[in-house]
Nanobody, 117 residues
């Protein structure tokens, strides 16, 4: 069974940076689609960044500021967040799915990111 655990959230001033980590364990073989979602209390869940093996993509709201990456062993997925804005404040979730899964099947518990102005 796949387990995802996020870490690295916290409080940061606008313009600062944070790096989130998602540690994957268990049956990670075939997890070729990894993503970072976020959800603020007054907004619906948004996919911010996705790593799908051969490509990455980003929401317009984070493009140019956030970078998703994965280590060679595929045991850790990172989200480097630069030039943070107050509107980036949200709970950030790591999610994963196998190649042909329609929906993200595996989720972490989330980590809070708060950006002060």
């Amino acid at each position: 069974q796949v387990q995802l655990v996020e870490s690295g959230g916290g409080l940061v001033q606008a313009g600062g940076s944070l790096r989130l980590s998602c540690a994957a364990s268990g049956a990670t073989f075939g997890l070729n689609d990894m993503a970072w979602f976020r959800q603020a209390p007054d907004k619906e869940r948004e996919r911010g960044a996705r790593w799908s093996g051969c490509t990455t993509d980003y929401a317009d709201s984070v493009k140019g500021r956030f970078t998703i990456s994965r280590d060679g062993t595929k045991s850790t997925v990172w989200l480097q967040m630069n030039s943070l804005k107050p509107e980036d404040t949200a709970v950030y979730y790591c999610a994963a799915r196998r190649t042909f899964d329609r929906e993200y099947k595996f989720w972490g518990q989330g980590t809070q990111v708060t950006v002060s102005s």
